[in-house]
């Protein structure tokens, strides 16, 4: 059987993080400048093979402070590592209803850690161009210290400015090419 590839198609697809600021309520976070290839036997993406990138001075939170604080050495350091990275090492069906767990290697700072993500097929569809289209809802959280992105700062009431636990929440549509 022939392979299938897939690449992305970034008008419709979104990497987003969520992290608790204040240990209360939830600053949002994507990066724009992403890549994601696929391949796989057929169509019901039983057995895919996923690579995935983004640029770390892509991040965008809505607020260029912010936003230039996590491309700094406390974080991403941009400059020094350009990329996040990920690569599927399994991809295990869960259930009847397009559940799966996504497992890989993911590699923030040049340090590269195993994850698990849940994965939702939403399906195929044909858009009014003909392309083949796969969409899945992918999900999961990572501790960022993990990967070395140790920077806080302590709250006089307790507790820490920033959280860490990151919530990963993706939307992603692949098209056939």
Known sequence: MATINWVVDPTHSEIGFKVKHL??????????????TAQSADEAFDTPQISFTAETGSVDTGNEQRDGH???????????????????????????????????????????????????????????????????TITGKINRKDWGLNWNAALETGGVLVSDDVRINAEVQLVKS
Not at 28 to 34: A, D, H, V
Not at 92 to 113: A, C, F, P, R, V
């Open 70 to 136: 996590l491309k700094s050495p406390d974080f991403f350091d941009a400059e020094k590592f350009p990329e996040i990275s990920f690569t599927s090492t399994a991809y295990n069906k869960l259930d009847d209803d397009g559940n799966y767990e996504l497992t890989g290697n993911l590699t923030i700072m040049g340090t590269t850690k195993p994850v698990k993500l849940a994965v939702e097929f939403g399906g195929l569809a044909k858009d009014p161009w003909g392309n083949v289209k796969a969409g899945f």
């Open 23 to 36: 240990m209360f309520t939830n600053v949002s976070g994507k990066f724009k400048n992403f890549s994601i």
